[in-house]
Structure formats: structure tokens, C-alpha cells
């Protein structure tokens, strides 16, 4: 059976959402596009009247599916979270103040900038 170009552009949707990609597409036709708009990795794009084109913007479902990935990539998974319990904290010594501070020998003054001795 034949798709119609709007069943064929649906499908073609509804196939890349499985495989994880995002599609862009324009059309005139403003049913199609808003059944578009409301998939998440659909990027629609409609043409204005004076031949502008006109991106429109993301959908709910696109920022939902923005925010969900963003989150993943600043939370700690479970692995994670573990490891950094696992991890051991060395105790830090104290040190005698004699050693943080040590006082440093009085120079002399720069030979360069003393004025000579007159010889008499």
C-alpha cells in the first residue's frame, strides 16, 4: 500500500526516534507540522509568507528529553557513588609551626647599587 507524503514523513519520525537520531523537517502543511512538533527529535522547519524560513521551536517533549540528558551527565551513578565512599581519606599531620614558617637569612646589600669607597 502507498503512504501519503505526510504518513511517510510521520513514519520517517516515529524510525529515526527509535534509532536515537533527529530529524529536520518542512512542509507547508500545518496539521503535519504540529503533529511533528510534538515528537522530541524533530527539528520543524515551515516557510513564512515572503519566502522566509521559520525555525520553529523546540517542543515540551524536546526540552523534557534535553533536561533528562543534561541531569545524566552531572549526577553520579550508583558505581560512582560507591567509589567515592570507597575511597579512603588520609588524616592529614599536624606540623610544628617552627616548620610551616621558617625565617629566611638577612641579605647584604646589592653590590650593583652601593657606591664605591673613595681612595683617599
Known sequence: AALSAEQCLL???RAAKRRGSCVMIASH???LL???NESSNVCVISLQTG?????CPPSKASLERIKRVELKKTCATAQERKA?????VPQTTVR???LLHKKRKAKGPNPLSV???KAK
Do not use: C, I, Y
Open 96 to 98: 610544628s609551626p617552627s
Open 115 to 117: 657606591q664605591r669607597k
Open 84 to 88: 567515592v565512599k570507597a575511597v579512603v
Open 29 to 31: 502543511d500545518k496539521e
Open 34 to 36: 504540529r503533529q511533528l
Open 11 to 13: 513514519a520517517s519520525a
Open 51 to 55: 519566502g522566509s524560513l521559520r525555525v
